[in-house]
Nanobody, 122 residues
Framework: QAQLVESGGGLVQAGGSLRLSCAASGRTLSGYAMGWFRQAPGKEREFVAAISRTGGNIDYADSVKGRFTISRDITKNTVTLQMNSLKPEDSAVYYC???????????????WGQGTQVTVSS
């Protein structure tokens, strides 16, 4: 009964691609800004990407800019993170989050998913 559920994680070799999806249960995401964060073992959680309620504003961490793309599909009530040219340093548990305000790099989102593991081999 999590509010948000991530899927699409897995094991991929360096240079490969993965597509992560975030789906909501019990609510519509259209009224929320959405963000993706990640956390690797022994490291603090870091911002990855965010998209505003209408999709008019998008923000990416410098480390993923040009490689990752965040998008949302209103008809499916989902948010997607397309990850290309993956590097071993991208390995982490990836979390999606929903927030009522546009604070893309902040941690005070209203809802969080349980996370999905992404492992990139060298």
């Amino acid at each position: 009964q999590a509010q948000l559920v991530e899927s699409g994680g897995g094991l991929v070799q360096a240079g490969g691609s993965l597509r992560l999806s975030c789906a909501a249960s019990g609510r519509t995401l259209s009224g929320y800004a959405m963000g993706w964060f990640r956390q690797a073992p022994g490291k603090e959680r870091e911002f990855v990407a965010a998209i505003s309620r209408t999709g008019g504003n998008i923000d990416y961490a410098d480390s993923v800019k040009g490689r990752f793309t965040i998008s949302r599909d209103i008809t499916k009530n989902t948010v997607t993170l397309q990850m290309n040219s993956l590097k071993p340093e991208d390995s982490a548990v990836y979390y999606c989050a929903a927030g009522l305000r546009w604070t893309p790099r902040g941690y005070e989102y209203d809802y969080w998913g349980q996370g999905t593991q992404v492992t990139v081999s060298s």
